[in-house]
């Protein structure tokens, strides 16, 4: 830490994300992207037009881009908002509407970026425990006094809030922010996005890293009340008007159009998704049943930090966290059906030598 580091900042704990090794070719199944393409008409969206468009600055206000995804989901421009990823959209919510001093809550076991931005914007958190089969009771958070942020499905977990639930919360809490991180939503099928403009407390948030196999365009989006969207992009114009450059906005705009795509990526990971859980279940394993585009499971025979190494050395990679409540388990990101074959083999040679 350098001498000038601001003491406000002293105590951040920044995000780990899952690694990216380039040193060989990996199975990359540790951070819950695909190896799926983007939409096709992606393809066609990044023109040499494109590049000749890179010697201006691109649209700060993002119009065209936003009409795109307010037209796919049936909302106005003004009740959206688009970001460089749904971190930086859940960092501007953050920014825009929590105050120190304030409280927010979210589950014990969540995505760890939120510790990490309540830590950097200095705001008074407090963990809620899930249950132990690592289910929300959304009663755990009728009476509280401070704001709330769920990924729902929850990440590593795969387990999802019932959407009857969040309204429930929304409705009975008019006072207090509700923020919806609904990163793995697609897989699910159920959504709070009619909620997002019928409720003014509720911010919906999503992205294209996942279903729409875009992790490395990096956008994300929220739909909310025309009153917080208006918020959010005057602190956007006080931190970075150009938070999305015009490349990612045309791939953006191609993807966000392409419905058909959207539904048959989907589809195809979520079969993929409930064949390996039975795959796994047949070897023995414990399986968390998941809406998301991961498994969350163990083995008794082998500790999931073993396991995790053993795969990276066939080349594959999945994600171990050490936290003492997440030790035990092992979250595999689904894939191709290719990738879960070979996983699935490279699995029951580990445990065929464990056993011996
Ligand atoms: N929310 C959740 C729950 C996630 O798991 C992730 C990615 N790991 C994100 C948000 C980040 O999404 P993005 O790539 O759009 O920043």
Redesign the pocket.
């Known amino acids: 830490m350098s001498i000038f580091l601001v003491d406000e900042y002293k105590e951040m704990e920044p995000y780990v994300?899952?690694e990216q090794p380039k040193d060989k070719l990996y199975i990359k199944l540790n951070?819950?992207e695909t190896s799926l393409p983007p939409s096709p008409k992606v393809f066609e969206a990044i023109s040499k037009s494109e590049i000749w468009n890179m010697s201006y600055y691109a649209d700060p206000h993002c119009h065209e881009f936003r009409k795109a995804v307010a037209s796919v989901y049936g909302v106005t421009e003004e009740e959206v908002f688009v970001g460089?990823?749904?971190?930086?959209?859940?960092s501007f919510v953050l920014m825009s509407f929590f105050r120190r001093g304030m409280k927010i809550y979210f589950p014990d076991i969540?995505?760890g970026?939120y510790r990490t931005y309540a830590k950097t914007y200095g705001l008074d958190m407090e963990e809620i425990p899930v249950k132990d089969d690592f289910s929300i009771d959304i009663n755990d958070y009728m009476d509280l006094e401070g704001d709330i942020i769920f990924?729902n499905p929850?990440?590593?977990t795969g387990r999802a809030i019932p959407i009857d639930d969040i309204e429930k919360l929304v409705k009975k809490n008019p006072e207090r922010m509700v923020i919806v991180?609904e990163?793995?939503a697609d897989y699910w099928g159920e959504t709070c996005l009619p909620l997002a403009t019928k409720y003014p407390n509720l911010v919906v948030?999503r992205?294209?890293?996942?279903s729409r196999n875009m992790?490395g365009t990096?956008?994300?989006f929220a739909i909310a009340s025309k009153e917080i969207i208006a918020d959010m992009n005057s602190i956007k114009f006080s931190f970075n008007p150009f938070n999305l450059n015009s490349v990612t906005m045309a791939a953006g705009i191609a993807a966000v159009k392409d419905t058909y795509y959207l539904d048959k990526c989907i589809n195809r990971i979520v079969t993929n998704r409930e064949q390996f859980k039975s795959d796994l279940e047949n070897l023995g394993f414990h399986v968390i049943p998941s809406k998301a585009n991961f498994v969350f499971c163990y083995h008794d025979t082998i500790s999931s930090s073993e396991l995790c190494e053993k795969l990276k050395e066939e080349g594959i990679l999945t994600r171990h966290f050490a936290d003492a409540k997440l030790d035990k388990y092992l979250r595999i990101t689904i894939g191709t059906e290719q990738e879960m074959a070979v996983v699935l083999i490279a699995i029951k040679e580990i445990l065929a030598e464990v056993k011996v």
């Open positions: 994300p899952g951070a819950n460089n990823g749904a971190d930086e959209v859940l969540t995505y970026f990924a929850n990440n590593p991180d990163a793995y948030v992205t294209f890293s996942k992790a990096h956008i994300g």
